[in-house]
């Protein structure tokens, strides 16, 4: 099909995608188009005459795309244009808890089992090329496969064990946190500090001795070197490689986190309310997003997601963010568990947000980069950023009036209980944490339209509107 | 350890197939504290080969596991068991 570029429009090269040389993502008059190159064409309609593309589209595995005639921003090397499917919300591993990581592992797993099916190969397995859409994992960068060579060993291995293994297991192993670490890294976490991390009876399995210490003993000495011509000689048959997979696969669909112990993994009877108070929140908070209709709500502060559902139910996608990996894990696991399609979890400490990573600071956004809410809810979560985390209630209001026009936000106020419990065991310090304050505050940047008591609880509920500035 | 033991005693293949690679490749376990300049792809290579055999080995296991767990299931006529 053409699509019309009728001046001016505007093109941007994706600021993420430059390492491939099969390819690029850019954006034209906000569309989002990958460039085939010239020098992948072969392997590109391999895709297409093996059949893999509708198998794996039909599989939900690999985002649909389609053929378009669009002016490219480097038309000397361009094969084919296509236009991808949206990605609702673009996430990375960094920020998904243990059951999203496990489920992006499986579905590159499957790709790469149904791409040797089918005469090809997975030629990376990175863990950014894996998005989600609908509630389940898929491939988003098409540019990933090309022909399989008899004998060839997997060239990802070593990404796939960096990527999705090794964090797997620390979590697994050692401690959910550490799912934090890639973060650190541009390229997964190292198989040598992988191996040095894990505890050491990981040595007595065969899965965690090979994939990762053997692994990583191995890159390290023949880092530098050429593949061996004995090596070379012996390649790997198809069957030995479709072997390493699917013992990878089995490996990683045994883990099984139990996602309790931490601070809200009980939150739903931790919260602090009388049932009657809780249903009438849950109320108001749906009328509001009622009122204000959103495409689009970030939910933050969200635990296991029950204001998420409500925000839902009013047919909104929605981001679903919490800091605690036990609380995201649950709320993922029902979100599977209902067959859910529009919420998508998120790992973020709030206080600490994601920040733009990767070469010049911008092949992985911000999460305030990414900002695209219609509404904000930020149910119970005021205090434990002005008291657990100091940060002044201007400095609140102006964050969270980057993140979208329309804000549903709850005051708590300092005589609550829960309150107090942030407060036992420190001074305080906080004088400007009143009502009074927190309106001040939030009158600079917002124009309140409603203010309800929560029932007999002593809290507040807010909408308020972003003023234009 | 304790572990390690229980599985020698209820899983003994393929514990004894761990402890088999574990002593082999003792010395390329021992953790260092070298950091250089890393070429990942032929380590990752040569491994791949070199543990094929290992690898073709665990999975028959598994295979063979799945298919006497089969014959159980088809004899109890219970297909939870």
């Known amino acids: 099909m053409t699509v019309p ?100 592992a499986l579905v590159t797993l499957d790709l790469q089992l149904q791409a040797l099916a089918h005469g090809m190969v997975l030629k990376d397995a990175s863990a950014f090329n894996i998005q989600f859409k609908a509630g389940r994992p898929l491939l988003i960068d098409t540019l990933s496969f090309e022909v399989y060579r008899e004998g060839e060993p997997w060239s990802a291995y070593r990404q796939f ?61 023949y880092g530098g070197r050429a593949v061996p011509k004995r090596i070379q000689r012996r390649g790997l048959s198809q069957k030995a490689l479709i072997n390493l997979v699917q013992g990878l696969r089995h490996t990683v669909a045994r883990l099984d986190w139990k996602a309790v112990g931490t601070e809200w993994a009980d939150y739903e009877t931790q919260h602090g309310y009388e049932p009657e108070d809780y ?92 900002a695209d809410a219609d509404a904000v809810l930020a149910l ?41 419990r942030l407060l036992v065991s420190r001074e305080d310090v906080f004088d400007e944490y009143t009502r009074e304050g927190f309106e001040a505050a939030f009158e600079r940047r917002y124009q309140m339209l409603e203010c309800r008591q929560i029932g007999e609880s002593g809290r507040t509920i807010y909408r308020y509107e972003r003023l234009q500035q | 350890m304790i572990r390690f033991i229980r599985r020698m005693v209820f899983h003994p293949v393929p514990a004894a197939g761990t402890l088999l690679v574990a002593l082999a490749a003792f010395h390329m376990v021992a953790p260092t504290r070298a950091w250089a300049y890393l070429d990942p792809i032929t380590g990752s290579i040569v491994l791949q080969v070199l543990a094929a055999g290992f690898v073709a080995a665990i999975a028959t296991f598994h295979r063979t596991r799945v298919w006497i767990a089969g014959l159980f299931r088809k004899r109890t006529g219970d297909p939870k068991s």
Request: with cysteine; proline share 7%; charged share 20%.
């Open chain 1, 161 to 221: 064990c960096e990527h999705f293994l090794a964090p797997l297991l620390l979590i697994h192993d050692v401690d959910p946190w550490l799912g934090r670490l890639p973060a650190l890294t541009a390229d997964g976490i190292p198989l040598e500090v992988a191996s040095r991390l894990l505890p050491w009876r990981s040595r007595l399995s065969a899965s965690r001795l090979l994939h990762v210490h053997l692994h990583a003993r191995s890159v390290r000495r």
């Open chain 1, 380 to 420: 119970a979560l005021v205090h434990h950023l002005a008291i657990t985390g100091n940060v002044p209630l201007t400095s609140i209001a102006d964050w969270l009036a980057q993140l979208g026009p329309s804000l549903i936000i709850e005051f708590v106020a300092k005589g609550d209980p829960q309150v107090q």
């Open chain 1, 5 to 104: 570029s009728s001046p001016p429009s505007s093109v941007e090269v994706s600021s993420a995608s430059f390492r491939d040389p099969s390819g690029f993502v850019f954006r034209r008059d906000g569309v989002l188009y990958r460039q085939v190159n010239r020098r992948y064409a072969e392997h590109f309609a391999a895709l297409h005459a093996s059949g893999l593309y509708d198998v794996l589209v039909a599989e939900g595995m690999l985002v649909a795309h389609e053929r378009v005639d669009v002016e490219s921003p480097r038309p000397e090397i361009a094969a084919v244009l296509i236009r991808p499917e949206p990605i609702p919300f673009i996430s990375y591993p960094y920020e998904w808890c243990f059951g999203q990581l496990r489920d992006a």
């Open chain 1, 279 to 370: 249903a009438e929140k849950q109320r108001l908070v749906a009328e509001m997003l009622r009122t204000i209709g959103p495409a689009i709500v970030w939910d933050l502060g969200a635990n296991m997601g029950d204001f998420s559902r409500i925000a839902r139910a009013t047919g909104a996608f929605v981001l679903s963010v919490d800091m605690d990996p036990a609380a995201v894990e649950q709320n993922y696991r029902r979100i599977v568990s209902e067959g859910e399609t529009g919420i998508h979890p998120l790992w973020v400490d709030l206080q600490n947000p994601s920040p733009g990573l990767g070469w010049a600071n911008s092949e992985r956004d911000s999460l305030t980069a990414r």
